[in-house]
């Protein structure tokens, strides 16, 4: 009023006027602050606060460490999704943008080995064939296998003939495998930490006892004895 400033007023009253006097106001564009908070294992680009003025716009790119992905954006605390990046329109209040990451899932079903306590494997293991045969004489009648993953987080089942699936650890023989004569299905089952999952299957041949007969004489013997 009449040069002198007195503040960011709503309002000014003029009491017992005995002069003429010139009043002025002068405006300017609201400011608000857009804050930014990455969780581990991620950023937020721009990682600190923004300032920005009333109707402006401001985008934020969201950027996972290696082996990660993002697990949600949140926006005043209501998720946005798994977003790459999120943009602020019109602006005309502060907000909060917070973002978080989580590891990624391994994908993998592989075995890196697999023995077996009897018998050889045909072909000789590689982790990418999946079916392999084996041949063991009749007195054998129960083998171990020892498989090994892949991928430390893997999960191994054995079954053999179709009989039920049981867990085994990565590295560990399997409890005795009873053979039939004739051949044996043994599968082994990988489920990687995504779901995916594997079957190995080894066909164990057991051969057969073979019988010797004679003149009023039966006689048995086992092959391979």
Same mark, same amino acid.
């Given at each position: 009023?009449?040069?002198?400033?007195?503040?960011? %007023? /709503?309002?000014?009253?003029?009491?017992?006027?005995?002069?003429?006097?010139?009043?002025?106001? +002068?405006?300017?564009?609201?400011?608000?602050?857009?804050?930014?908070?990455?969780?581990?294992?991620?950023?937020?680009?721009? /990682?600190?606060?923004?300032?920005?003025? =009333?109707?402006?716009?401001?985008?934020?790119? !969201?950027?996972?460490?290696?082996? =990660?992905?993002?697990?949600? !954006?949140?926006? &005043?605390?209501?998720?946005?999704?798994?977003?790459?990046?999120?943009?602020?329109? &019109?602006?005309?209040?502060?907000?909060?943008?917070?973002?978080?990451?989580?590891?990624?899932?391994?994908? &993998?079903?592989?075995?890196?080995?697999? %023995?077996?306590?009897?018998?050889? %494997?045909?072909?000789?293991?590689?982790?990418?064939?999946?079916? =392999?045969?084996?041949?063991?004489?009749?007195?054998?009648?129960?083998?171990?296998?020892?498989?090994?993953?892949?991928? /430390?987080?893997?999960?191994?089942?054995?079954? !053999?003939?179709?009989?039920?699936? +049981?867990?085994?650890?990565?590295?560990?023989?399997?409890?005795? *495998?009873?053979?039939?004569?004739?051949?044996?299905?043994?599968? *082994?089952?990988?489920?990687?930490?995504?779901?995916?999952?594997? !079957? =190995?299957?080894?066909?164990?041949?057991?051969?057969?006892? +073979?019988?010797?007969?004679?003149?009023?004489?039966?006689?048995?013997?086992?092959?391979?004895?």
């Amino acid at each position: 009023v009449v040069g002198a400033s007195q503040g960011a %007023l /709503a309002s000014y009253t003029f009491n017992t006027i005995t002069a003429s006097h010139t009043i002025s106001a +002068a405006f300017a564009l609201n400011t608000y602050v857009i804050t930014p908070t990455a969780g581990a294992h991620g950023s937020l680009t721009p /990682a600190l606060p923004q300032t920005v003025t =009333y109707g402006s716009a401001l985008t934020f790119t !969201v950027t996972p460490d290696a082996g =990660y992905h993002v697990a949600d !954006v949140a926006v &005043d605390g209501a998720s946005q999704g798994a977003l790459a990046s999120y943009t602020f329109w &019109d602006i005309r209040a502060s907000h909060i943008i917070s973002a978080a990451f989580a590891q990624n899932l391994s994908s &993998d079903a592989s075995l890196s080995s697999l %023995l077996l306590s009897r018998g050889t %494997l045909a072909p000789a293991f590689i982790s990418t064939t999946l079916e =392999y045969r084996a041949a063991v004489a009749y007195r054998v009648y129960r083998i171990t296998v020892t498989p090994s993953a892949g991928e /430390a987080h893997a999960a191994i089942q054995v079954q !053999v003939n179709g009989a039920g699936w +049981a867990a085994v650890a990565s590295g560990s023989p399997t409890n005795p *495998l009873v053979l039939q004569e004739g051949e044996n299905l043994i599968e *082994l089952r990988v489920t990687a930490q995504d779901g995916t999952h594997r !079957v =190995y299957t080894v066909t164990v041949n057991r051969a057969p006892g +073979a019988s010797l007969y004679l003149p009023g004489i039966y006689l048995e013997r086992l092959a391979g004895r």
